[in-house]
């Protein structure tokens, strides 16, 4: 596995940061043997396919100290895990409706001792609380998407960039997405250079 990847990419990290993302690593290949929650091939691609592509998302918008951010259906805590890494002062809720994802979750949490991650098995429709963004990947189509998270972004924002939606998706969005005429689409293969990022995106939804 390559972990230079995220050190080329993210220079600055603190040895912390570097201690957390290797720790991953590990604890991902353990706990994936007995809750399968990453798929076998990319389980060797750990670093390129979850680690990196979920910071793809800090490429496009950084998290201010003290904001909230909820990641859902995340799985096995993607884009979430990596992304409370890198921003150690920022609070994340990862949810999912399905517990031994959450477990698995839970376990990388106490694993690499992270402070600033809650996990919660539910689903995201009985979440209560607003947050800042809204982070996700492949979990369900945007419309679908942004009814079960209404009501739940801030309408005061904290950053330049208006509350919303971060959402990590691939190929062509044009239909999923002709409704929404303020979204915004960046292309990860400006900022990552691997073949895996060629049709990869962050979708940027602002609230209304
Ligand atoms: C394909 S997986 C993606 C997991 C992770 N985000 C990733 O990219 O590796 C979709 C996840 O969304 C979860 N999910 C689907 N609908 C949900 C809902 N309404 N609330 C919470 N989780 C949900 C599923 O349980 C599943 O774990």
């Keep these: 596995m390559n972990i230079d990847l995220i050190f080329n990419y993210f220079t600055s990290l603190t040895n912390v940061q570097r201690q957390h993302f290797l720790a991953l690593e590990m604890l991902y290949q353990d706990w994936n043997k007995k809750i399968n929650v990453v798929s076998r091939k990319d389980i060797d691609e750990l670093y390129l396919r979850h680690v990196l592509h979920s910071l793809g998302i800090a490429k496009i918008q950084q998290f201010n100290e003290g904001s909230k951010i909820l990641d859902v259906g995340t799985g096995g805590g993607f884009p979430g895990i990596?992304?409370?890494?890198?921003?150690?002062?920022?609070?994340?809720?990862?949810?999912?409706?399905?517990?031994?994802?959450?477990?698995?979750?839970?376990?990388?949490?106490?694993?690499?001792?992270?402070?600033?991650?809650?996990?919660?098995?539910?689903?995201?429709?009985?979440?209560?609380?607003?947050?800042?963004?809204?982070?996700?990947?492949?979990?369900?189509a945007m419309p679908t998407f942004v009814h079960w998270t209404k009501g739940k972004i801030k309408k005061v924002s904290s950053h330049e960039r208006k509350n919303g939606i971060l959402y990590l998706k691939g190929g062509d969005l044009s239909e999923e997405l002709k409704d929404y005429r303020t979204v915004q689409v960046f292309e990860l293969s400006e900022y990552f250079k691997e073949e895996f990022f060629e049709t990869k995106k962050v979708v940027y939804l602002p609230l209304k």
Aim: charged residues 25%; hydrophobic residues 50%; proline residues 3%.
């Design 82 to 140: 990596p992304l409370a890494i890198l921003f150690p002062d920022t609070h994340f809720m990862l949810v999912d409706a399905i517990g031994k994802k959450i477990k698995v979750v839970q376990e990388v949490i106490d694993g690499t001792k992270l402070k600033n991650v809650t996990a919660v098995h539910s689903r995201v429709e009985d979440i209560e609380g607003q947050f800042d963004f809204i982070v996700s990947r492949a979990v369900a």
